[in-house]
């Protein structure tokens, strides 16, 4: 399973848990599964389009264009972060 | 310095003269303003005089009726917008935002915004006509500090920005209303109540920044030649042709195939030459008017109407056990978005902390709107500022600890392994490395005499990107390479990607023949910035290399008639079977009678890199009776990962730290209580000249990043981030002011040396 870093801002939805254990092959997946466990997590993290404007996420150390399609390896750990860089 | 023993090299590490040298300094080499055209015309601006206003009516009537006007434009023929958000490769935009910004629509929010344009047969016909064009205003109050524009009285800049946090509505904003409080972030990270009550000491401290112009020589340009199919060619500066392309064509909503964009030399850049400003304005002109366009930015344009760094507000906190272990760290930042939300906050938060160990640590930041025109990058954006307030907290903290300060850095250095406030845990990096460097230089070990003199070290950490690059590389008969690549070359990224390429196959680098192409010329890149040209372009120029050794193996086996397989690549020849071998050029040379033309293509994607740290020690004489701070020696060391061409990481390394001296000690936005800039000039906005740096001396520490075939890191942005707080530190060592305010201009040094002589406090 991969470990999840719950963003601050969205703990109130975790009871204050700061990771979580989660299963899924995709970022996608994950989310979805951190949906089931914690209701409103996708909604907070994802629009119609894919991850939210200015949001990315981190698998393992990398951060990926791919979003919600980045493949999750077992043990990886996933964060959401806000996208790094400025100038448009 | 090297932490590991490096790979024997033959055209890494060396210094060959760079590609487009002999172009630079005989002036050949063409920039934006050199483009000419058959039956080019001109453009001027008219830009606001308010700060903050609405705009009732905009009366073009008088400017096109001037003889030798061709065309007139305003935000009336750009399209509407309505509330897209589109992802522009290094982050993305809120279109209307973006839209307003190029041409203000229903509002001004800055002296200086955009409000139309007259494109005319000479430059003084349109300077003319701009005068002609009636713009009833109603004026606003402006805000113009970020603590100002927090408050619920603040006049409120734009109606449909609500706050933030993670991308959509911030659930804790209460009343869904019109702020100027555009996002939120929140970092947290162990139990910060726990950390600050291990520590025996904690220092708790307020700083501002001051609003700071990249400073860049060469003014923002564009020329553009609207052809009779629809199509657009742009002539134009920028760190990224292909972000040019996309934000021109979303704002004018054509296909971004039918843009073609061409990057001409660059003047300069430092992260403000990513946003468009007259590319879409001038396109809009060329379009009404069947003539080429170029539109020039003068100096004041320039400051006023591009995008600084933003002035910011930081506290922070930090605690540390009296053996010299910082157990906590607390930090709030309010940083200046300008007219439109987009501030570097995110990664002003996320640095902040990013040089040490915190087990315990929360960080709180607001990226906010003001009346000043929208900030952009500036070399490590968000990060100066971040370091300034965290480096000369942690130096007062050793005061108090009587830690050597170099020592205390060790001690608390973030390594491998070490997991940011942010989250993400650090791979192979070399904050430790720097500052040993610094510990055993030279510098650091030379006793420092005098009276007003001080020392001080600071360190400074950026993220380094990566981000999506493309090249090409075309064999030519007579075994030199074309190296076609979208990367805008500001710091000499010609030389440092042909050096990987030819290190790779195994030829001199004079045997390269680096091109930047325009945007039909090459596959997809994203912009020279977040120093990420040597690692990211430099990971698909080493593909590209590959890919033509595999060729050429496939060519010399056919040469042989034997197996692939039993052919094999070596220092730049091709070995076979029977003892035979053929040279590079010389397989080149038969390229035609083996098979036809030989391209090579590469393409990197995401590879992250993995951090750069640096570490400064400045020594500076502080003259008592005015105030100036004179900068006596500076040394800086870097971790370069591999050095691909010594002097060019010399030369980021030192004109970053010159960059940084102009934003410790003199550079600031000044305005009047109207909103309007009154030092938008070179003269009065002074950055620092040959006259106020002595030679900045250099260490390169090298600990190779694990994620480039060459260990390579980028090195571009990182020395900004700390002379600001390594200055202070030097100051107050100096005359025993802590100064907490940028700039540390005479003025305020000297009122911080009558406030200290006076009261005994020593605050400033």
């Not at chain 2, 979208?486 to 710091?491: E, R």
């Given at each position: 399973m991969a470990r999840v870093f719950i963003p601050p801002a969205i703990r109130s939805l975790t009871a204050g848990l700061q990771e979580v254990d989660v299963s899924g092959a995709t970022v996608s997946e994950i989310i979805d599964q951190l949906d089931q466990r914690f209701p409103g997590a996708r909604s907070r993290l994802c629009d119609a389009d894919g991850l939210n404007p200015g949001l990315i996420v981190m698998v393992g150390n990398s951060a990926s264009s791919l979003g919600l399609l980045q493949r999750v390896a077992d043990d990886e750990e996933v964060h959401f972060l806000p996208s790094i860089g400025g100038g448009v | 310095m090297s932490t590991i023993e490096k790979p024997?090299?033959?055209?890494?590490?060396t210094r060959p003269v760079r590609h487009d040298g002999a172009d630079k300094v005989t002036g050949v080499a063409k920039y934006g303003a050199d483009v000419s055209l058959t039956g080019l015309i001109q453009a001027a601006m008219l830009r606001s005089p308010h700060a903050h206003a609405l705009i009732k009516s905009i009366d073009t009537t008088a400017a096109e009726a001037l003889p030798g006007v061709r065309a007139v434009v305003t935000s009336a023929d750009m399209p509407e917008q309505g509330d897209r958000y589109v992802d522009l490769g290094e982050g993305g935009a809120i279109m209307s935002h973006l839209s307003s910004n190029v041409l203000a629509r229903e509002k001004v929010l800055y002296k200086g915004h955009a409000v139309a344009a007259v494109a005319a047969d000479s430059i003084h016909i349109a300077r003319e006509a701009v005068k002609l064009i009636k713009v009833r205003y109603e004026p606003l109050p402006a805000v113009l500090d970020v603590r100002e524009a927090m408050r619920d009285e603040a006049p409120v800049l734009n109606d449909d920005v609500r706050t933030q946090m993670l991308g959509a509505a911030d659930p804790d904003a209460g009343e869904n209303k019109p702020t100027n409080v555009a996002k939120k972030f929140l970092f947290e990270k162990g139990d910060l109540e726990q950390g600050f009550a291990e520590a025996d000491v904690v220092v708790e401290r307020e700083f501002t920044t001051a609003t700071v112009h990249q400073g860049y020589i060469e003014p923002h340009n564009a020329t553009a030649q609207w052809h009779a199919d629809g199509k657009v060619t742009i002539w134009t500066s920028t760190q990224g042709a292909f972000t040019v392309r996309q934000q021109t064509a979303e704002l004018l909503m054509i296909p971004a195939s039918d843009v073609k964009v061409i990057p001409m030399e660059i003047g300069g850049g430092f992260g403000g030459k990513i946003a468009v400003y007259l590319q879409p304005v001038a396109t809009l002109l060329s379009r009404k008017s069947g003539k080429p366009v170029k539109l020039v930015m003068d100096r004041a344009a320039v400051f006023e109407a591009t995008g600084p760094t933003p002035g910011t507000y930081i506290r922070a906190k930090i605690g540390a056990t009296k053996e010299g272990k910082i157990t906590a760290g607390e930090a709030y930042l309010a940083y200046e978005a300008g007219a439109y939300p987009g501030s570097p906050i995110s990664c002003g938060c996320m640095c902040i902390f990013g040089c040490y160990d915190i087990p315990h640590a929360r960080v709180e930041g607001y990226d906010v709107c003001v009346n000043k025109p929208r900030t952009n990058a500036y070399r490590a954006p968000g990060s100066t500022n971040a370091a300034f307030a965290a480096e000369t907290i942690v130096d007062e903290i050793c005061c108090q600890l009587n830690f050597d300060a170099a020592e205390f850095r060790l001690k608390n250095a973030a390594q491998e392994g070490t997991r940011r406030v942010d989250g993400p845990v650090f791979s192979r990096i070399g904050m430790y490395e720097t500052v040993a460097a610094i510990q055993a230089s030279d510098h650091y070990q030379s006793p420092l005499e005098g009276s007003h003199r001080g020392r001080g070290i600071a360190s400074g950490f950026w993220f380094n990107a990566g981000l999506r690059s493309a090249v090409t590389a075309l064999l030519n008969l007579d075994g030199t390479v074309s190296l076609i690549e979208?990367?805008?070359?500001?710091?000499g990224t010609r030389t440092s990607l042909a050096m990987q390429l030819a290190e790779t196959l195994g030829i001199s680098a004079e045997r390269v023949k680096p091109t930047v192409a325009d945007t039909d010329g090459v596959g997809w890149n994203d912009v020279t910035g977040g120093s990420r040209v040597t690692f990211a372009t430099g990971i698909a120029v080493v593909e590209a290399a590959k890919d033509i050794q595999r060729q050429l193996l496939q060519r010399a086996a056919t040469l042989w008639s034997c197996d692939r397989e039993a052919v094999h690549y070596e220092d730049g020849k091709i070995v076979g079977p029977d003892q035979n071998v053929i040279t590079f050029a010389e397989l080149a040379g038969k390229m035609l009678q083996t098979g036809g033309a030989i391209v090579g293509q590469g393409v990197c994607s995401d590879v992250a890199q993995s951090g750069a740290f640096g570490t400064h020690c400045v020594d500076v004489e502080v003259d008592p009776e005015t105030g100036k701070v004179q900068i006596l020696r500076y040394t800086i060391a870097q971790d370069a990962g591999t050095a691909i061409h010594p002097s060019y990481v010399e030369g980021q390394m030192q004109g970053g730290v010159v960059q940084g001296i102009g934003w410790a000690l003199n550079e600031e936005y000044w305005y009047d209580d109207q909103g309007e800039m009154r030092n938008s000039t070179f003269l009065d906005y002074r950055i620092p000249t040959c006259y106020d740096v002595p030679m900045i001396e250099t260490l390169i520490v090298e600990v190779p990043d694990p994620n480039h075939p060459y260990g390579v890191r980028g090195v571009g942005e990182v020395p900004i981030c700390p002379p600001p707080a390594a200055i202070a530190n030097a100051i107050y060592q100096a005359i025993g002011v802590r100064m907490q305010h940028l700039p540390m201009s005479p003025p305020r040094v000297m009122a911080a040396i009558l406030k200290l002589s006076s009261a005994g406090n020593g605050e400033a």
């Open positions: - | 024997t090299y033959k055209v890494i590490g979208g990367s805008t070359d500001i710091g």
